[in-house]
Every structure is written in C-alpha cells, then in structure tokens.
C-alpha cells in the first residue's frame, strides 16, 4: 500500500510542477489568498452520510458550492446536488460563470428568447470566461427545467491580483444581499470558484452584507481537497469516503484524486495553449506513457516503453494508418469508433487512439497498450457476434486499468440499465445495446446460478454492430468495478491479476475462461447499488 500511495503522490506532485511552469509564477497576494483557502483543511474532519449531508444542505439559507472551472467533474458534483435537493424548495441559483451586468441575456435565455448561440455570443463566453461551455450547460438545463431563476454575481477584470479576487467577494456577496432581501423565501445556492469560499473570502463578505445572517445559515461545500484525500488514502478507505464534515455546516466532496484533478487542469492548459499557437493536435504520448508506467509498478508488469504511437481526433493520419492494412467492415468498425470518440488500441499496428482527452480515457487506453503487450493480443476484436465477450473481457480490463488511475470513477449495475432502458421507451437510439448489455448480463447471471447446465437464452436481435461495442462497454464497466474491489480488497491478489492479464484472448480454450472470470466475478461483493447513490 504504501508504494501504492507514494507513487500516486509522485504523479500528484508532478503534475502540479507542470501545472505551475505553464501558469508562472503565483505572486505574493495570490499566495496569500490561496493560503487562507488552504487554512479550511487543517482541521479535524469527519466522514458524514449523504442523508446528513443533503439534510444540512436542505436547511441552511446559502449554499456556496465550490468549483474547479477546468474539471468537468465539478460541475457534474453540482448537478448532482441540484438534483438531489427537493424540488418544492424555492430557489435562485447564483453563478461566478456570467457578469451580473449579463442578467437581462440570462433570463432571455432560460425562458427561450434566444438561442444558445445567441446567449454565449452576447455574453462573449469564450472571451470573458473561457471554461469549457458544456460543463456549464447542464446546470443551466436543469435551472429552466425546474423553472429555477439563475444570476450572474460576477465582475471580471484582466487583473488577477488577490486585490481583485477580493473586490470580486466584495461584488459577488452584496449581488446575492440584494437577491436575498427581494427574495427572503428563496434559498440562495452559489456556485463559485474554490478559493473564494475560504472563510475569511466571500463567506466573510456576506456576513457583513446580510443583516443578521450567522454561520448556521451558510453551508459550504469544498470539492476534492488534496490534504483530505491522501489522509483517507493512507487509512485505504477512498472507495468508501464520499464526503467530510470540517466543522459546522462545511463540508468536503471528494469526486475525484487529486492526480486526476491536475491531470486534468494540465490537459486544459494544454488544449488553451495549443489552440493559440494554432497547433495541429496535441501529443498525448507523454500522458500515456506517464500511466503504463504508473500501471506496470501497480501490477508487476513488464512494458516496453515507446512501443506505440498516439493519434487523436485532431490528427488526420490515423485514417492512413488504418487504411494500411484494413478494408470493407473493418474499416467501417473503426470509423465508427473515431466518430463516436471512442478510444482504442490496434495490436496490429502499434496505434492508440485517444477519443477524449480525459483523465478515464486516457488511464483506460494506458490499460489497453499494457494489456495489449501482456496477452501478446495480435488482432482486434471486432467480428460480432463472434468477438462479443472477448470484447467484453477487454473493457473489463480497460476499466479496471482506469479505476487504478482514478478510484472514484463509476460504472453502471444492472439498475441503472434497466432505468436507462425504461425511460428510453421507444427512442430507437441507444435501446439496442441497452437490451443486447441486459440480455446478455441476465444470461451470464443464469450461467453462474447454474453451473454445468446449459443456458438457452434468447438475445435480441441486433441490426447495428456499433451496439455490441455499447453493450460491451457497459458489461465490461461492471465487471472491472468488480475486479478493482476485489482487487484493493485483497480478495484478488496481485499475481491471480497478472495471470488474468497474461491469459490469451485469442486461445480454443477462452470460452472456458470467460465462464470461470463471471463465477470469480459473481463471488465478489458489489461495490455500489446504483450510480444514483452518489452525490
């Protein structure tokens, strides 16, 4: 465990240097005002349910929630809040995102007046906020959908000082007095930048704002502390610490591993600074390596380094690899994958393709490359049915891989394919690989109950191969869920892992395997109920 830990905050540390050489030097007054956020994690802290958690929020009359701008996972975190808050409750959502002198384009945009385009033009978007637009969109969805009213409480100004950052406290909490002194009914939830939310930052200027407002009356959520995490990942329990109470009404979510977190601040800093020198893609390679070689220690693994290339969805080469040796379904195959942003591995030409630049995608294709080399895997999977559970299998340890980069990382349970399927109800697309992926897993479930009898099974029919690699995905998803923690269980050790690893895809005898991985699976205990249990 404690290589484990150690080589995790490597990584950690790493990424942080990178981060730092691409945004300079911090100054004395940013210092400053980071060091008072960091002031929030010294304290003792405490695990707490998510019922305790949501009932706090329920209860208190701000709710300042942090956000990470470049980690979409933040906003998701938001989201999730949002929707797990009663709906009857009033409420008036404030955002650091848009100027409050933006306001009228807001609401022009929640009740329809505009369009999308229109909104982000008017606001200049790109121009005056610059994160990623669909990170945000969801938060704004969910605000009309529940009719709730959003404002802008921010005033943005080409300095970057921590006087400026203070004069922001300043603007952002005398917005959100005024809206509670026209609103007294309505619960006011914030959704601002981490730092801001220090105690001595923008809950300090609402104190001196709202006549009679006490600390009883604020809750904050912090996202993803750093000093947190590696504390519950030296006691071994981050697959079961979601969130952290600090003191009164603060509160921890812990999302995401701070590797994760900065990995992915670096990936956005890169696309920003590749996009101005007017690049044509970035290099994913050095990203790739960095998690082969992270998951070759994990794993006792051997891994020939600089062994593969790296394409991405900016790179127009990748079609001339692939028409070197590919043709008629094959070729469509992986078009297919390239157009839905799917990543992959191709054994026979030493190619990886990076469908997303992300933190699972990446750590998942690390897996692939490793497993790759592991297995001697010499072809692709993609005749179906044939190559079905081999491709099932391959997910499985793609996930598995990516679970070992990013731990909070979840995947779906038999539940929440039945919810998905149930409330697609007759859209046609994505209803076949949910009822090939449920079809499929109830046949593996009666294989398991009963070992040695032969299963008849009717499956559905399937018209688009492109739904067994959906239906994959999510089969492997839950078997690599499983697999990871019976693996940080100690219930799988690390050498059964590399033999499961080394073990030939292309073997007579690989049916047999896959029968024995479903009972090794199925008498693993279940790491979750459903992804809806999360916050």
Known sequence: MQGWLEQRKELYRQLKVQVGHLLGPESAGLKKYRQEYDKNFNQKWFPIQRKDFLHSIELASVVLLADFHALQQ??????????????????????????????????????????????LRSIAWQHSWGFPWEFYKPLFVWARKNKVAIHGVNYLTKAKSASSLAQRDQFAAK????????????????????????????????????????????????????????????????????IVRLKSNQYCLLSIPPWVKWQSYLLYIESQFDSALEQEGLDFTDHLESYCQLL?????????????????????????????????????????LIEASKSFYVPELKVAFLGRPSVNSAASLAMAILHSQSAKLETSFYRMPEDFTRLIFSEAIQYFGSKLINPKRKTDTVADIRASFAARGSVREGRESLALALAQKMKELLHVKSPGSRVNFEMPSVKRKSSYYE?????????????????????????????????????????????????????????????????
């Open 296 to 336: 070759k220690k994990d794993l006792g693994l051997e891994f020939a380094s600089g062994n593969f290339s790296v394409y991405s969805a900016a790179d127009d080469l990748i079609f001339e690899k692939l028409n070197e040796i590919f043709g008629g379904y094959q070729k469509k195959w992986f078009e297919y």
């Open 74 to 119: 933040s906003q998701k975190a938001q989201l999730r809040i949002l929707k797990s808050t009663n709906p009857k409750k009033k409420r008036i959502l404030c955002v650091e995102c848009v100027e409050a002198r933006h306001q009228k384009q807001i609401d022009a945009y929640l009740c329809g007046k505009i369009s999308e385009f229109e909104f």
């Open 471 to 535: 239906a994959a995905r999510i089969l492997g998803g839950m078997m690599g869920e499983k697999l990871f923690n019976g693996y940080r269980q100690k219930l799988i050790s690390e050498a059964t892992m590399r033999k499961i690893l080394k073990q030939s895809l292309h073997s007579e005898h690989f049916k047999e395997f896959y029968a024995e991985m479903l009972e090794l699976v199925d008498a693993l205990p279940e790491p979750f109920q459903s992804k809806a249990e999360r916050v």
């Open 175 to 242: 917005r959100i007095a005024e809206l509670m002194k026209i609103h007294p009914d309505h619960q006011m939830i914030v959704v601002y930048g981490d730092l801001h939310l220090a105690e001595s930052h923008l809950p300090k200027a609402l104190f001196k704002k709202v006549p009679g407002l006490q600390r009883k009356d604020i809750s904050t959520v912090f996202q993803n502390s750093e000093k947190i995490y590696f504390d519950i990942l030296a006691g071994d329990r981050e697959t079961d610490i979601e």
